[in-house]
């Protein structure tokens, strides 16, 4: 699999909350997540309740889209991630991995009874003005990758 440039990662790391952009019958929504990030899958992670909205537009059309941003007024800091992926329920042996780094991160989930969902990443646009004004980083998911 090839994986994203090391300073779209170090990004991802550096956050913790994305906007996740549904639709359904052509009717977008948006959700905003705490999310972990899993290195090897390329994918965040994060917990919904199946009967939100959100939840509810992805059993239906699991192709989405997002960011997740750096809120800042100074041009020359901004920073933020565009993102779409495929989301759905991790198998057995994901689902420990997922639930573990989810748990390290925000260990006051394992309080909620709630679902963990994983959202493998197909393409990141980074724009990160400290290397220029406007510039982009693109990576884009193998054809052939699983």
């Not at 090839?2 to 994305?18: A, D, G, M, T, Y």
């Not at 420990?96 to 925000?106: E, H, I, P, T």
């Not at 969902?117 to 990160?128: A, H, S, V, Y």
Request: glycine content about 4%; charged content about 25%; hydrophobic content about 40%.
């Amino acid at each position: 699999m090839n994986k994203p440039e090391k300073r779209i990662v170090e990004f991802i790391k550096e956050h913790h909350v994305l906007t996740l952009a549904t639709s359904k019958n052509n009717e977008p929504y948006c959700a905003n997540c705490f999310y972990a990030y899993l290195d090897d899958e390329n994918a965040f992670v994060f917990t919904s309740d199946t009967n939100t909205k959100h939840m509810q537009d992805v059993l239906e059309q699991p192709l989405v889209a997002g960011s997740v941003v750096l809120e800042t007024k100074t041009v020359g800091k901004i920073q933020g991630i565009q993102f779409t992926g495929l989301l759905s329920e991790p198998n057995d042996i994901l689902h420990k991995k997922a639930k573990k780094v989810y748990l390290k991160r925000f260990p006051y989930a394992a309080l909620m009874k709630t679902t963990l969902w994983i959202l493998e990443l197909n393409f990141i646009k980074m724009t990160d003005n400290r290397l220029g004004f406007g510039k982009k980083l693109i990576w884009k998911k193998d054809a052939g990758a699983q």
